[in-house]
């Protein structure tokens, strides 16, 4: 069974600032899928960003961007540019290909005015 | 984005009574719908996976008799919390995602979430 590992149960961090929030996994898949997902204090769930893994390429959506290390089964998130809106739990989450998402314990992020 | 929608978004019971929450795509056709179980500062834990029109696959220790998961259509899941008690008081979300090709991945969306309270 796959598992996801946040080390980091909370971090705050100065708006304007830069955040990185961790997330290792483990598996013994080639072929999956790795996901940051944003639950705001709605307790909506927000897909922030995606990453295949068979892309060497890191993903980026604008001020959210990963490192992902394959071979470290390692997978964190970098915020830039911090705003107070990016207030949130976030979750990393591990997917084989159209299978079961398996979430990560969350890392509480709070943006300090 | 596609929209998921949860109905109620509150709800408050009497223990033993039983509770229906429903799950909607609201423009798009979900074949597979997921059930998850969140409790307070809790990850989402996955309840089972429902395919429309057949049988919910239940995560291991489960319950399948006591949440019941039906998909009868291609926009609705219902899940159903029979003979509640206070500790199924939790926050359920549902999510729905849909058909794709083998090789592609399809996106799960989120509905908002229904909290239940069993007094």
């Known amino acids: 069974a796959q598992t996801v590992t946040q080390s980091q149960p909370e971090m705050s961090v100065q708006e304007a600032e830069t955040v990185t929030l961790s997330c290792t996994y483990d598996?013994?898949?080639?072929?999956?899928?790795l996901f940051w997902y944003k639950q705001p204090p709605s307790r909506q769930m927000i897909l922030v960003i995606r990453?295949?893994?068979?892309?060497?390429q890191n993903a980026t959506e604008n001020r959210f961007s990963v490192n992902f290390q394959k071979a470290a089964k390692s997978f964190s998130l970098k915020i830039s540019d911090s705003q107070l809106g990016d207030t949130a739990m976030y979750f990393c989450?591990?997917?084989?290909?159209?299978?079961?998402?398996?979430f990560g314990t969350g890392t509480r992020l709070t943006i300090i005015p | 984005g596609a929209v998921v929608s949860q109905h109620p978004s509150r709800v408050i019971c009497k223990s033993g009574t039983s509770v229906k929450i429903e799950c909607r795509s609201l423009?798009?056709?979900?074949?597979?719908m997921f059930w998850y179980r969140q409790f307070p500062k809790q990850s989402l834990m996955l309840m089972a996976t429902?395919?429309?029109?057949?049988?919910?696959?239940?995560e291991q220790g489960v319950e399948k008799d006591k949440f019941l998961i039906n998909h009868a259509s291609l926009t609705l899941s219902t899940l159903t919390v029979t003979s509640a008690h206070p500790e199924d008081s939790s926050f359920y979300i549902c999510?729905?995602?849909?058909?794709?090709?083998?090789?592609?991945?399809?996106?799960?969306?989120f509905g908002p979430g229904t909290r239940l309270t069993v007094l």
């Open positions: 999510s729905a995602s849909s058909q794709g090709t083998a090789s592609s991945y399809n996106e799960q969306f």
């Open positions: 598996t013994s898949e080639n072929n999956y899928y």
């Open positions: 990453q295949e893994a068979y892309k060497q």
């Open positions: 989450a591990f997917m084989k290909l159209n299978e079961k998402l398996t």
């Open positions: 423009d798009f056709q979900a074949t597979t």
């Open positions: 429902s395919n429309e029109g057949s049988k919910a696959t239940y």
